[in-house]
């Protein structure tokens, strides 16, 4: 058959667009799922060991008397370079034992380790040929992370590398720490540490095996760009095509909850540091990692240490949220863990022995804030296995899961698989009959299979603007589906004689109100549960004369935390508009106290901020309202105060020790959104 020229034509086209489009999908999905394939074993894994390892376990935190040091030591301390590289000598960590160290983690349950090949003081962990600044250097003279990539490979345990960008020991990293006079800058050259770097990782992906995960830190500083990150993520992937990298690669991270921000960033997971998300995040993939104590080197002073308990529940409330945990250990000189280390571990490792099937390969709960303890979930052949991780065990052998509209089909106890429970359905929940004593009082994990994948209904959320309250609040409570609320004020379950909500609720004393889904009279979904408490009112002041201005004292004095001001001279006095520490003298080690009276517009409760690099703190009418005290960047603290209308003592105490430096007051009441404290309600006599 002939076709017409202008028919033959169109066919092409159709057939081409047809054609190109499949591709452009085709690629998508591709991309996708190699993405998905790569990050297989990450979110299997689940639990991960940190290690934080180099010169700076020789001092365990403490320089000339202060014992707050850790890894970030020839910083917080001061320590000149010459004086630090005085530790290359005395690093002989002869009890290391690379096997020892991968069996503690694999006994713990974990499934990776990321040790530091390199922290920020720019020492390495291994025998780098572009660097004297490395192991080999000291008396020890052995590669630690070639024997540590043979102890994984044996223990089928992948091993990553912690990789800092910051490095305060090269010469042509920049910008200089400014308190080093005596270190120029003079003919340092950026682009000639990049080049450095990156021949350190061609080492360490080359030379090392299949290595996990790359994990770059210290990228914050102004001379790494946006350009450097993607130009290293890609560096790094042409070496190993399957490695992971994290955020911390490019300049996307969003503060400590270290969540990639909106935009074309590179990295595949977020780094949480510190922190556990509120919520799940689904479609992302992250990591938190943690401390068990509060510092990631070894601190020999440091005995602040987490329990075991809390560290298996936070394993257990990470992976509800769909995230790795990402647990340190700061390794002390001898090459040895911190007994207190090792003594968490083993208690992990027994709990992980019975439970280890809630944690790996598991997906985030569908359900939302539970009152006994978290959820996660895996799919079955046919339906889903639900885990139930029952921290606080229930008194009347009745666990209830709320607002679930799917059937069960069987349930049991990790601990003793074989005995199953009860499930009976009442109303919105499943209710499991458990035993009086739970087999884990830290958290026994219970399991409940399921037809199909989750069908969850969530309690109503309720909606208000502060749970303190002076006189009177206006509560919502709000559902995206056309069903019936009920609520009860009196912390009891509401039930099918509570009232119907209709419109917004106005509470003028102390309540909890619970609220539930209802469809005719049946409960759909669980509780939702708010405490409003009302508080008393502070009463103002009249004071007389009173002018524009804050009165401030300025000190000088090296401190850790907020001195007592009182007992010290001051150096500078006057009047300014805000909190402002322009007038200071010296560009660190200072402090500030200001003093005045605070216009207070209207009744009700106010809520104040500093936001501070380093310590601060805020008082009203000379009770403590925001403690912000410390040595921090900059870190927002706040707290609640109600307050009548007319004037309030205010006083706001900051001090600097190095490093960067900022102050911020907000303040956020009724009818005011949250923002900084305007002048004009400052006043002083
Ligand atoms: O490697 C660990 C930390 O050393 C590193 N990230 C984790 C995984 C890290 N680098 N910077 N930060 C964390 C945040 C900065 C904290 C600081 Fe400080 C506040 C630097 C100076 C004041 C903490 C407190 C470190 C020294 C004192």
Redesign the pocket.
């Known amino acids: 058959m002939r076709l017409k020229r202008s028919t033959a034509y169109f066919l092409v086209v159709m057939l081409l667009g047809t054609l190109m489009s499949c591709s452009v999908q085709d690629q998508i999905e591709s991309t996708v799922q190699s993405e998905d394939a790569r990050m297989e074993w990450w979110r299997e894994a689940r639990f991960g060991m940190?290690i934080?390892w180099g010169l700076y376990a020789i001092p365990a935190g403490e320089w000339n008397g202060q014992t707050?040091?850790?890894?970030?030591i020839r910083?917080?301390a001061e320590i000149p370079l010459d004086t630090y590289d005085e530790f290359l000598p005395e690093f002989n960590p002869v009890k290391f034992d690379a096997d020892a160290w991968v069996s503690m983690a694999k006994e713990a349950g974990m499934k990776y380790i990321t040790i530091?090949s390199k922290?920020?003081d720019g020492f390495a962990l291994y025998d780098s040929k572009v660097s004297d600044y490395d192991v080999m250097s000291t008396p020890f003279q052995r590669d630690i992370l070639k024997e540590l990539a043979e102890a994984c490979r044996k223990a089928d345990i992948k091993l990553c590398f912690?990789h800092?960008i910051?490095d305060w020991h090269h010469p042509d990293y920049l910008p200089r720490r400014n308190w080093e006079k005596e270190r120029s800058a003079e003919g340092a050259e950026f682009p000639r540490f990049v080049d450095y770097m990156k021949s350190q990782l061609k080492e360490l992906l080359t030379e090392y095996g299949d290595i996990g995960v790359l994990?770059f830190?210290?990228e914050?500083e102004d001379t790494w760009t946006h350009e450097d990150g993607v130009e290293l993520y890609d560096y790094v992937r042409s070496f190993q095509s399957d490695i992971i990298i994290n955020n911390r690669v490019d300049k996307g991270r969003q503060g400590?909850q270290g969540l990639t921000a909106e935009g074309d960033f590179k990295g595949d997971f977020g780094?949480p540091?510190?922190e556990i998300p509120d919520m799940g995040l689904p479609g992302i993939d992250w990591e938190s990692?943690m401390t068990m104590n509060d510092h990631?080197?070894y601190n020999k002073n440091d005995d602040n240490w987490k329990s075991a308990k809390d560290l298996i529940q936070k394993l257990s409330d990470i992976a509800s949220k769909g995230g790795n945990f990402l647990l340190?250990i700061g390794p002390k000189a001898d090459g040895t863990f911190p007994q207190e280390s090792i003594d968490r571990l083993k208690a992990i490792g027994s709990w992980m022995k019975v439970n280890s099937g809630s944690i790996y390969g598991t997906s985030a709960s569908p359900f939302e804030h539970l009152s006994w303890g978290r959820v996660t979930q895996k799919a079955l052949p046919s339906g889903t296995r639900l885990y139930l991780h029952v921290f606080d065990w229930p008194t009347d052998g009745k666990l209830r899961l709320s607002g679930i509209r799917n059937n069960g089909l069987r349930a049991g106890l990790l601990s003793s698989p074989s005995t199953m429970l009860e499930i009976e359905r009442d109303n919105d929940a499943l209710v499991i009959t458990v035993p009086e004593t739970s087999p884990d009082p830290i958290n026994a994990v219970v399991f409940v299979d399921i037809e199909g994948t989750p069908e969850v209904v969530l309690p109503p959320q309720i909606i208000f603007e502060e749970e303190h309250f002076v006189d009177e609040i206006s509560v919502e409570l709000r559902h995206d589906k056309d069903l019936t609320i009920r609520y009860t004020l009196d912390g009891s379950l509401p039930t099918l004689e509570s009232p119907a909500y209709s419109e917004k609720l106005s509470i003028d004393r102390s309540v909890t109100i619970n609220a539930r889904l209802f469809e005719n009279s049946l409960a759909l979904s669980g509780v939702s549960g708010q405490q409003l408490t009302k508080v008393e009112m502070q009463k103002s002041s009249s004071p007389r004369n009173l002018k524009q201005g804050l009165a401030y004292r300025y000190y000088e004095g090296d401190w850790n935390q907020l001195p007592n001001f009182k007992t010290l001279k001051t150096k500078k006095q006057g009047t300014l508009p805000d909190f402002d520490f322009s007038p200071r003298i010296e560009d660190e080690h200072f402090g500030f106290e200001y003093n005045g009276y605070i216009n207070i517009p209207e009744n009700g409760a106010y809520r104040f901020y500093t936001s501070s690099?380093?310590g601060s703190q805020l008082f009203i009418n000379d009770q403590l309202v925001v403690d912000n005290d410390g040595?921090?960047?900059m870190v927002e603290e706040n707290g609640l105060t109600a307050l009548s209308k007319g004037y309030h003592k205010i006083r706001v105490t900051f001090f600097e020790k190095s490093?960067?430096d900022g102050l911020i007051v907000s303040w956020k009441g009724p009818n005011i959104p949250k923002n900084e404290v305007p002048s004009e309600v400052l006043f002083k006599q």
């Open positions: 940190f934080h707050n040091h850790a890894e970030w910083t917080t530091t922290h920020h912690y800092s910051m994990w830190d210290g914050w400590m780094t540091e510190q990692c990631w080197g340190n690099d380093d040595l921090h960047g490093g960067g």
